[in-house]
């Protein structure tokens, strides 16, 4: 379940509202090109602006459309420690395979703060656990050693590591490896995590080029080295243009111009500045997807 390329899928809207119909075509676009398994409601997800009835529909409608061809690991995280368990819960018995919970955010918990948290959604739900590090967006780092600590619980299986700190993924796996996996959260930077024993990616990038991310993976894990390194650079100018603005305003433009979804966020998200709309026009014309 926590390996390969896992997308961090969208969240279409259409005049305000969750666009059903569009989320059921891009899965089916995912599993069509080989993901392997669904994130709905990550951040790319734009969970932050869901209201709590939103996201669990959402939710609802990952794991009916996917109808177990894939895992669903659903982003139920918060920076509220029982509104996590709450949207746990409800994952749970919506039928989702996983759970993924991302650090709390802005409130800036220390390291036993976040252990803590992470162990109360364990106990309170026994359901698998992928735990999601990204200093970047919630101002704190969960360290390596409180990775290892969290690791001992039977519900906690996987990190995505989204640091960018390969040192850092480096010492997870050296404390933690054979009890926790460690998966990118950053497509600029899989290839290196798989060097260093990562099993796979939540990707951004895969939302428009999903058979080439899981390509790159599958190239992995059957050692044509080769073949991983020529797809990774290949996608490598695609990954660095999903974020000429704030994730994720560039990979839904993307989707938009694709003919995927309709071009619509939610505030305080907007649409690319004119000049960064056309150095995206330009990367994905550059790769033929557009």
């Given at each position: 379940?926590?390996?390969?390329?896992?997308?961090?899928?969208?969240?279409?809207?259409?005049?305000?509202?969750?666009?059903?119909?569009?989320?059921?075509?891009?899965?089916?676009?995912?599993i069509e090109n080989g993901t392997s398994a669904i994130v709905p409601c990550g951040t790319t997800?734009?969970?932050?602006?869901?209201?709590?009835?939103?996201?669990?529909?959402?939710?609802?409608?990952?794991?009916?459309?996917?109808?177990?061809?894939?895992?669903?690991?659903?982003?139920?995280?918060?920076?509220?420690?029982?509104?996590?368990?709450?949207?746990?819960?409800?994952?749970?018995?919506?039928?989702?395979?996983?759970?993924?919970?991302?650090?709390?955010?802005?409130?800036?918990?220390?390291?036993?703060?976040?252990?803590?948290?992470?162990?109360?959604?364990?106990?309170?739900?026994?359901?698998?656990?992928?735990?999601?590090?990204?200093?970047?967006?919630?101002?704190?780092?969960?360290?390596?050693?409180?990775?290892?600590?969290?690791?001992?619980?039977?519900?906690?299986?996987?990190?995505?590591?989204?640091?960018?700190?390969?040192?850092?993924?480096?010492?997870?796996?050296?404390?933690?490896?054979?009890?926790?996996?460690?998966?990118?959260?950053d497509d600029n930077i899989t290839l290196p995590v798989l060097s260093i024993g990562g099993k796979?990616?939540?990707?951004?990038?895969?939302?428009?080029?999903?058979?080439?991310?899981?390509?790159?993976?599958?190239?992995?894990?059957?050692?044509?080295?080769?073949?991983?390194?020529?797809?990774?650079?290949?996608?490598?100018?695609?990954?660095?243009?999903?974020?000429?603005?704030?994730?994720?305003?560039?990979?839904?433009?993307?989707?938009?111009?694709?003919?995927?979804?309709?071009?619509?966020f939610r505030l305080p998200l907007v649409p690319m500045s004119s000049a960064n709309l056309e150095?995206?026009?330009?990367?994905?014309?550059?790769?033929?997807?557009?």
């Amino acid at each position: 379940m926590f390996k390969g390329s896992i997308v961090a899928i969208v969240t279409p809207f259409k005049e305000g509202v969750f666009d059903e119909d569009a989320y059921r075509d891009l899965i089916e676009f995912q599993i069509e090109n080989g993901t392997s398994a669904i994130v709905p409601c990550g951040t790319t997800g734009e969970s932050a602006t869901l209201s709590v009835e939103e996201h669990n529909k959402v939710i609802r409608v990952a794991i009916d459309a996917v109808k177990g061809r894939a895992p669903v690991i659903a982003g139920t995280g918060g920076n509220s420690t029982s509104e996590a368990i709450d949207l746990t819960k409800h994952a749970k018995e919506a039928g989702a395979d996983a759970t993924l919970q991302v650090t709390p955010y802005y409130n800036k918990p220390t390291q036993e703060g976040l252990f803590q948290h992470y162990k109360a959604i364990a106990e309170a739900v026994a359901l698998p656990q992928v735990l999601y590090n990204v200093p970047g967006r919630t101002g704190v780092n969960m360290l390596p050693e409180t990775v290892a600590r969290l690791a001992e619980f039977p519900e906690i299986h996987a990190i995505k590591e989204a640091s960018g700190n390969l040192e850092q993924m480096a010492e997870i796996i050296n404390l933690a490896g054979d009890k926790i996996t460690l998966l990118s959260g950053d497509d600029n930077i899989t290839l290196p995590v798989l060097s260093i024993g990562g099993k796979g990616v939540v990707s951004v990038v895969a939302n428009i080029v999903p058979r080439d991310v899981a390509d790159m993976v599958n190239a992995w894990e059957k050692g044509d080295i080769e073949k991983t390194r020529e797809i990774y650079y290949k996608l490598l100018p695609l990954c660095r243009a999903m974020f000429y603005e704030t994730n994720p305003i560039p990979v839904k433009t993307s989707a938009s111009l694709m003919g995927k979804i309709r071009l619509e966020f939610r505030l305080p998200l907007v649409p690319m500045s004119s000049a960064n709309l056309e150095r995206l026009k330009n990367a994905l014309g550059d790769y033929g997807l557009i």
